[in-house]
């Protein structure tokens, strides 16, 4: 008598396309119970971390695992993150793609398959625009001409044109004053 058995497999893989200095992320892999199996980090400058192939066990009808990401340092709303992911070797649209999945995916696994996911996380732009205006001449001596010592007064127009919130925006000019 000779029989097999069919091994499943799981890994789940972080890419850090870019990111905000200091952040840091950490992928898992939980299973219907909740318990965490596997784990990786990527620490504050890794640009990737992996729980490689991992094998695990499913019944006859497959089991279903969590895949999930968290920012150990920083927040995920700072970054786009897109999953790829694939059955042995092939995409399968029953698991997650794309941007909008969010940081966590139940992931159905089947006996003898391989699911393999990315999850890559892209800084979200941040940029202001600045326009500064200068003022019409106060013609300070009353000569009826622009001149060394007259003052011009300038407004600044900052627009946050990126897609996160900027704080504590200093201008520092330094014609101010003279």
Known sequence: MAFGVLLSRVELTKEVASRFTG???EVAVHDEAGTRL?????????TSATTGRQTVLATDRGATFR??????????DR???SWACTRNGETDPTLPSGLGVGPAADVHVGIGDLVSCT???TA???SLLLLKRA???EDVNVNGLPDAGDQIRYTFDVTNTGELPVVDVAVDDPLVGV
Do not use: H, I, M, Q
Not at 38 to 46: E, I, K, L, N, R
Not at 67 to 76: N, Q, Y
């Open 23 to 25: 952040d840091a992320f």
């Open 38 to 46: 596997f784990a990786a980090a990527t620490g504050p400058t890794g």
């Open 67 to 76: 895949f999930s990401e968290r920012a150990t340092s920083g927040s995920l």
């Open 79 to 81: 970054y786009d993150s």
């Open 119 to 121: 999850v890559t996380n």
């Open 124 to 126: 979200k732009p941040t």
């Open 135 to 137: 003022g019409s001449p």
